[in-house]
């Protein structure tokens, strides 16, 4: 016999689960109405899912065989973990490999909850090795299924539901679903928004807490702003260093909080510190090619920087994409017999040669060209959010399914990291510029023939560059895979040197040298292939940035006394605008 007391708490968790209901039903509702009136525009599918998931069977079914025996091979695993299961201790279940997303305790001490998890990584398990093995596909082909696979997989596991997530069970019964309102008022206000949150936004702001080493802005043109920043030492070295970061991020990843600055770092060394702030492209340089961002970017900015300090040399950085256009640069200043102005070149994650892109060319296919076009039809500049998006299914569990379950199933709140705040400060590109990037690098790969690409009437020819050339690739590198940024070592002439960091794109480049975190490798020889130089490198612990200061100031001449920003040379065009960081990289997109 059930007690009364019994009774009424049923029926009050009753109550509480239908008012729930209720309560998100009519937040649904509201949402819909309002984006009725002002309109949700839902943009083509760029993934030709339809194509690949038919040349995947069509080349599974070239070897019948084959996939009898996986299947075969699966089904004798999935009864092994199944008789493991029903018979706890007297079966050893099969051997899966470990999975942070399952790394909670509820996963494996609930037997029920770690049969659905091994369930789930066995069967992902097969289903990769299958698309892995398949014959009659092309490298590029195979690239693009399995990485349709994998997204499809992570979007399955059973931590992304609320009724197969122990923990959010747990959560919603302790705050009788207090959660699943929070995790939907997210969600609604992700849709608005046109992104996924991942981090507390309020809690920093640009100029406030990041990007805030003191300096000026001393030039500006419709691509970019010129920050100088203020020196912290009294005399620095003659040569000063111009930084060119990618225009697809903002240029402050390199001057988030003080402690992580590599920009406040630089200047702490001794050096006199300019960085490019570019501009969010808007309908102002939806005329922007390659060819603009070299002219009018990198050659005016390094022109700015040698007139405004009277001095007739200069080290520069390139950072991903900007690295990629700063091998342009130099091979188009060679031709012209201007190579001098360059005193050393360093790249960060950079890649030449792109026959080994890694996840990215997946999305070089006409599909995805034609789609990216639609996008920016009209406007001129492809939104910064859809790129955003491409890069972090790079790394989906991270950076998509991870906050599926934190922010919309357990309604957790935001979390505050200066480095996810980046992440999310998205940034348009010029439609056109965008176009020859995928079209002329990623697919045509046209960077490593002499003379397939041509500015302003000038034939590129990477072999003809004889800067000293500073190399840092990302061991865990997902956007700039280190055995493609390696490749540089293969077409520059003059004097290189290769630095492997640890980590990856972001966490492998800022890394400061007191956070005692991620060794980096050197090796005196550079052989052809990646492989090889891996295999003979020497390991050292902790950051890679003292090894390129040192190789940087030895090539940076005599020390003068420390520049003030926009006081330099007489007739300079050096002249104080603002205060550093700037208006461009205040404006944000959404």
Request: contains cysteine; proline residues 5%.
């Amino acid at each position: 016999m059930v007690a009364a007391a019994d009774i009424e708490g049923l029926a009050e968790h009753a109550q509480r689960w239908t008012w729930l209901a209720g309560k998100m039903q009519q937040m649904m509702m509201e949402f819909m109405a309002k984006e009725a009136t002002d309109g949700i525009v839902l943009g083509p599918d760029p993934l030709g899912l339809v194509e690949t998931w038919s040349k995947m069977a069509t080349a599974a079914m070239t070897d019948p065989a084959r996939l009898v025996q996986l299947q075969a091979d699966y089904w004798r695993d999935a009864m092994t973990l199944w008789q493991a299961f029903a018979t706890p201790g007297e079966v050893q279940p099969p051997q899966l490999p470990a999975d942070k997303r399952f790394k909670g305790q509820a996963w494996s001490e609930m037997p029920a909850f770690d049969f659905l998890k091994s369930s789930y990584l066995l069967a992902s398990q097969y289903i990769l090795q299958l698309v892995g093995g398949l014959d009659g596909l092309e490298d590029k082909e195979r690239n693009k299924a399995m990485f349709y696979t994998r997204q499809f997989i992570d979007a399955l596991s059973p931590s992304n539901y609320l009724l197969t997530n122990p923990e959010v069970l747990k959560a919603t019964v302790e705050s009788k679903g207090e959660n699943l309102l929070k995790g939907t008022q997210h969600l609604l206000d992700d849709l608005q928004r046109g992104r996924m949150t991942m981090t507390d936004e309020k809690a920093f702001e640009v100029g406030r807490n990041v990007a805030v080493t003191p300096g000026k802005v001393v030039f500006e043109n419709r691509m970019f702003q010129l920050i100088q920043y203020s020196p912290s030492t009294a005399n620095v070295y003659e040569t000063p260093l111009l930084i060119f970061p990618p225009w697809i991020n903002k240029f402050y990843i390199l001057d988030l909080t003080p402690e992580k600055s590599f920009i406040r770092w630089a200047v702490a060394q001794g050096l006199t510190v300019f960085v490019v702030s570019w501009k969010n492209a808007d309908a102002s340089i939806a005329d922007a090619t390659t060819a603009t961002y070299i002219e009018e970017g990198f050659i005016t900015a390094i022109d700015a920087v040698l007139k405004g300090l009277g001095i007739k040399s200069t080290h520069v950085i390139g950072y991903c994409v900007a690295g990629t256009t700063l091998a342009m640069t130099l091979a188009f200043m060679a031709a012209r017999g201007e190579a001098e102005k360059v005193k050393t070149a360093t790249f960060f994650t950079a890649q030449v040669d792109f026959s080994e892109c890694g996840d990215l060319g997946v999305f070089v296919d006409e599909d995805h060209l034609k789609a990216v076009k639609e996008l920016s039809e009209g406007k001129g500049y492809l939104d910064g959010r859809y790129m955003a998006t491409t890069f972090n299914m790079l790394r989906a569990n991270d950076l998509i399914w991870n906050y599926v379950v934190n922010n919309y199933l357990l309604g957790k709140d935001y979390f505050p990291f200066d480095l996810l705040y980046w992440n999310s400060d998205a940034t348009n590109v010029p439609a056109k510029w965008h176009a020859e990037y995928l079209e002329g690098l990623y697919r045509d790969n046209r960077m490593i023939q002499p003379g397939a690409i041509v500015i302003d009437g000038t034939p590129i020819d990477l072999t003809k560059v004889d800067t000293p050339v500073y190399i840092q690739g990302g061991k865990e590198d997902h956007i700039a895979p280190a055995r493609s940024s390696y490749k540089l070592t293969q077409h520059f002439a003059g004097p290189v040197r290769f630095v492997l960091a640890g980590s990856g794109h972001i966490a492998g480049v800022v890394n400061p040298p007191d956070a005692k975190k991620y060794q980096h490798w050197t090796n005196d020889t550079l052989p052809a292939r990646f492989e090889d130089f891996a295999a003979t490198a020497t390991e050292h612990p902790g950051s890679w940035w003292p090894d390129w200061i040192a190789w940087l100031t030895a090539q940076s001449g005599k020390e003068v006394p420390a520049r003030t920003p926009g006081k330099g040379a007489k007739g300079g065009t050096l002249k104080v605008i603002e205060d550093a960081p700037g208006r461009y990289v205040r404006e944000r997109v959404g």
